[in-house]
């Protein structure tokens, strides 16, 4: 059977990846049930005959593809180890700018919070890592979705949030937000990227929106103004390309305040606004 070592050096097998050594450092990690730092330690390691069936079964898929979050079941985000699946997206890096940007705007204790399009439930979570007082409500419109959330939800031990299914803001009758996030479809039906690397494998229902991919952002936009408190805040993630397409879309329905923020690549991928409703 081949050492550690060996099954390392086997970065050549996987040539479309972006990091094919990390991506065989984290399978080999799942399936031993050991860390990065085990690896490096007992390099001489041999793994058994069934245990090497299994990595070549699992490096197999990785060749054909299939994202290394959906071969291990997980992805971290924030920092929190969250279960995925292939209901919804995998959470991105990207996507912990939305958190940031919702946690340096909004450093109030007590704030009630609704997340649009939850996924496994990354940002509410996020935010519910940080806002133990937050009253934060997650909606999606898959169940499989929503279940995956939920059980994220209760894995992570979090109470402050509950989570629902909801076509956008269907299920929320009456209530008002002080803040409301989402990470909503925005890929053009016809982008060709849809043809490359893990969305492949990703539901289009996480993936796509008519109107050049900003039908759900203008339905989230239009309709959450009367889901927001008085001045309170909406910021949507979207593509890079979008970012003027997407401030004019908040201009026009009555936002204030409107600006968009930076990834950590230097390019427009969060826009936020406040909306004054009135109100009684
Ligand atoms: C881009 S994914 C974002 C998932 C997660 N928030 C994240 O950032 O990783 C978009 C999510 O919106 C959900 N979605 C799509 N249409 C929806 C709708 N009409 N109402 C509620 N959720 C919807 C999808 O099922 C998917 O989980």
Same mark, same amino acid.
């Given at each position: 059977m081949a050492t550690v070592k060996e099954n390392l @050096? $086997?970065?050549?097998?996987?040539?479309?990846? &972006?990091s094919p050594r990390l991506d065989l450092e984290v399978l080999l990690c799942h399936l031993l049930g050991k860390s990065r730092a085990w690896l490096y330690t007992w390099p001489e390691h041999s793994l058994d005959e069934s245990q090497q069936t299994e990595f070549d079964a699992l490096v197999a898929r990785r060749i054909a593809g299939e994202p290394v979050a959906h071969l291990t079941g997980s992805r971290e985000f924030w920092s929190l180890p969250l279960k995925v699946n292939r209901s919804t997206l995998i959470p991105r890096p990207d996507t912990e700018v939305l958190v940031e940007t919702v946690l340096s705007l909004c450093p109030q204790t007590e704030a009630s919070v609704l997340d649009l399009g939850t996924g496994t439930g990354a940002i509410a979570l996020a935010l519910a890592s940080e806002k133990k007082h937050w009253q934060i409500t997650a909606v999606d419109t898959m169940p499989a979705a929503v279940a995956l959330a939920e059980e994220n939800r209760k894995l992570l031990g979090f109470h402050n949030v509950e989570i629902l299914q909801s076509d956008?803001?269907?299920?929320?009758? &009456?209530q008002r937000f002080d803040v409301i996030v989402s990470n909503p479809p925005?890929? &053009?039906?016809?982008?060709?990227? @849809? $043809?490359?690397? &893990?969305v492949r494998f990703e539901p289009l229902s996480a993936l796509v929106a008519d109107e050049q991919g900003l039908a759900d952002i203008r339905k989230i936009a239009a309709d959450a103004r009367g889901f927001l408190s008085q001045n309170g805040m909406l910021a949507v993630e979207h593509g890079w390309e979008q970012g003027k397409a997407v401030r004019k879309v908040f201009a026009e329905h009555g936002y204030t305040e409107v600006e968009t923020r930076l990834d950590?690549?230097? $390019?427009? $991928?969060i826009t936020l606004g406040r909306y004054h409703n009135a109100l009684p």
């Open positions: @050096l $086997r970065a050549t097998e996987l040539a479309e990846s &972006d956008w803001f269907s299920a929320l009758a &009456d925005y890929i &053009d039906t016809q982008d060709p990227h @849809l $043809r490359e690397g &893990d950590y690549a230097g $390019r427009e $991928r």
